[in-house]
T-cell receptor, first 112, second 112 residues
Framework: EAGVTQSPTHLIKTRGQQATLRCSPI?????VYWYQQALGLGLQFLLW???????NRGNFPPRFSGRQFPNYSSELNVNALELEDSALYLC???????????FGQGTRLTVV | SQQGEEDPQALSIQEGENATMNCSYK?????LQWYRQNSGRGLVHLIL?????REKHSGRLRVTLDTSKKSSSLLITASRAADTASYFC????????????FGKGTKLSVKP
């Protein structure tokens, strides 16, 4: 069974540009979570999608947005990139709300 | 705000010793999960303990949960250099199982 996959692995963008990060959950998982992990720091909750709906978002500005597709894959968009957005972005999925969540390997976003 | 807080923030031990990490959380929970993260990589799910469980084992890992104190501990016995990583606890926060919130993690260093 394939795990959670994220693409791309690395992404380099210029300040002011937009970044799109993708996540494919484990087959059968309907919940997808996005996190930001700046260097040396913990995981900051970004967004939670379940059954195609945004259920909750963390304390991030509106330029962080996303969506979940009918096949439960998800996309995270970051507009008007700032240098501080440089971080590891992690995606996780779970089969039922409130159960084990499994992570992908992350997308390393570098803003220059 | 963080739902879980790990203690200590950093721990350095010799190979063969046991390592104990603690996690405290704020609200009532249905379960608590522990994860490991090797440097700059995705998180690996270690164990989930339900609120009606007091102790759970998986290989060299032993997790305890004290819901009255809102705390959990992760014990790694006979540690190995390969156990060097950051360890996080996570709980679901909010209604309808909510979103998965992580503590800041314990950085474990196991010296050969």
């Amino acid at each position: 069974e394939a795990g959670v996959t994220q693409s791309p692995t690395h992404l380099i963008k210029t300040r002011g540009q937009q970044a799109t990060l993708r996540c494919s959950p484990i087959s059968g998982h309907t919940s997808v979570y996005w996190y930001q992990q700046a260097l040396g720091l913990g995981l900051q909750f970004l967004l939670w999608y379940d059954e195609g709906e945004e259920r909750n978002r963390g304390n991030f500005p509106p330029r962080f947005s996303g969506r979940q597709f009918p096949n439960y894959s998800s996309e995270l968009n970051v507009n008007a990139l700032e240098l501080e957005d440089s971080a590891l972005y992690l995606c996780a999925s779970s089969s039922i709300r409130g159960t084990e969540a499994f992570f992908g390997q992350g997308t390393r976003l570098t803003v220059v | 705000s963080q739902q879980g807080e790990e203690d200590p923030q950093a721990l350095s031990i010799q190979e063969g010793e046991n390592a104990t990490m603690n996690c405290s959380y704020k609200t009532s929970i249905n379960n608590l999960q522990w994860y490991r993260q090797n440097s700059g990589r995705g998180l690996v799910h270690l164990i989930l303990i339900r609120s009606n469980e007091r102790e759970k084992h998986s290989g060299r890992l032993r997790v305890t949960l004290d819901t009255s104190k809102k705390s959990s501990s992760l014990l790694i016995t006979a540690s190995r250099a390969a156990d060097t990583a950051s360890y996080f606890c996570a709980t679901y926060y909010g209604g309808s199982q909510g979103n998965l919130i992580f503590g800041k993690g314990t950085k474990l260093s196991v010296k050969p």
